[in-house]
């Protein structure tokens, strides 16, 4: 619609309510007059000659007329400033919306008598916008970090892919060459199922089967996938893990958890360190620690590690891609646990998970 045709349907729209408020008080002003004038003469005895009553009926369409007029523009005024403008400002940050500006706020409005269901809308409209900021940050954020994690393997395995092709190469290098793109590869490979793992845990495509277990004999079990590891770097690996301790959860969901909490502790200790495990039952609730002397991490750090693609390390000497403790945290959600960190830099790292036992678990 043109500014034009606009203008001319907001007074075709005024003159309709005016009209409407005339019909409306010539009504009600001709039943009264009527009412009064035969009380009138039927109390007094007055006979009306018919000058008196044109001059009567010209005055009482005149009052009608302004009347009129002025009951039209009260409520245009009232219109204007209780429902006209606060609607209006609602449009206008709503088309700003879609064209993508989500910083958009709109202020409460004006409100008689206690009617804020204007205000109401606001606060749920602001709301909207800024969950939809976040929801736009994080896009741009996961687009960012994905780009730069695909592209790092991508680089590694096109440079060694090319000086593997060099004629007369030695056999010594080329093992070298294989190998870097084999780890470039698998840590692509880990990059690309993390991600999904982690769109599904969001967006709640996998649903907690929870089936009571031993969770001692789940821990061990997680450890022993990673005798290796800590064999070849020396690591002393200390566990304390008590007998019977009986859980109700998703038993692959929490492995999840402790692989990744088991290998972030073997990735950052140094040779020669220390990796401790323990299991108590502390009343409702069994607490899992899992402590490093590795190089440990700083409260600014700390704040920030459960969250998509963080890395501490921003060199990327150490291999990962920042998805691991998202994924944590999104399943200690999903099973209705809880999970914290106690950090000091040089010193090593404890992460504390606690889950409902058995008897305290949901059905």
């Known amino acids: 619609m043109s500014r034009e045709q606009s203008r001319a349907s907001r007074w075709l729209g005024a003159l309709w309510q005016y009209f409407i408020f005339f019909l409306l008080i010539a009504f009600v002003v001709t039943c009264c007059m009527l009412l009064f004038l035969k009380t009138l003469q039927a109390n007094m005895g007055m006979s009306l000659t018919q000058g ?7 005055l009482t369409l005149g009052n009608v007329v ?4 002025f009951c039209t523009l009260i409520d245009n005024v009232r219109r204007w400033f209780l429902v006209t403008r606060p609607v209006r400002r609602i449009a206008d940050a709503a088309e700003k919306i879609t064209q993508g500006d989500f910083s958009v706020r709109i202020e409460p409005v004006f409100t008689v008598g206690g009617q804020d269901g204007f205000n109401t809308i606001i606060h749920s409209f602001n709301r909207m916008a800024e969950e939809l900021s ?15 994690e695909l592209k790092t393997p991508l680089a590694i395995i096109q440079n060694y892919g090319t000086m593997l092709q060099q004629p007369g190469l030695a056999e010594e290098e080329r093992q070298e060459y294989a190998k870097a793109v084999t780890d470039a590869s698998r840590r692509l490979a880990d990059l690309i199922t993390n991600i999904l793992k982690l769109n599904k845990l969001e967006n709640q495509q996998i ?10 004999e789940q821990l061990c079990e997680c450890l022993l996938s990673f005798e ?14 008590a007998e019977d301790v009986i859980v109700k959860s998703d038993r692959s969901l929490l492995s999840l958890v402790w692989n990744n909490l088991f ?3 073997l990735k950052f200790t140094s040779t020669d360190g220390r990796v401790s495990v323990s299991l108590k039952a502390d009343g409702a609730f069994a607490v899992v620690q899992i402590s490093d002397t590795g ?4 409260p600014e750090v700390g704040a920030h590690i459960f969250e998509k693609f963080y890395q501490g390390d921003t060199s990327h000497a150490t ?19 809880d999970i914290s960190v106690n950090s000091e830099v040089g010193k090593g790292s404890i992460f504390t998970v606690t889950i409902r036992s058995a008897e305290n678990g949901a059905s």
């Not at 008196?52 to 010209?58: D, F, G, P, S």
């Not at 649903?207 to 001692?216: F, N, S, T």
Request: with cysteine.
């Open 295 to 298: 190089c440990g991490i700083s």
């Open 134 to 148: 976040g929801i736009e940050t994080l896009r741009t954020d996961f687009i960012s970090n994905v780009s730069h």
């Open 207 to 216: 649903y907690p089967e929870r089936e009571i277990y031993d969770l001692g």
């Open 228 to 241: 290796d590891l800590w064999e070849e770097r020396n690591i002393e690996l200390i566990t304390d893990i």
């Open 319 to 337: 291999q990962g891609n920042g998805l691991g403790l998202a994924l944590v945290k999104r399943v200690m959600d999903i099973v209705d646990g």
């Open 66 to 69: 302004l009347i009129s007029f």
């Open 263 to 265: 290998s972030n502790a």
């Open 52 to 58: 008196m009553i044109e001059t009567a009926a010209k």
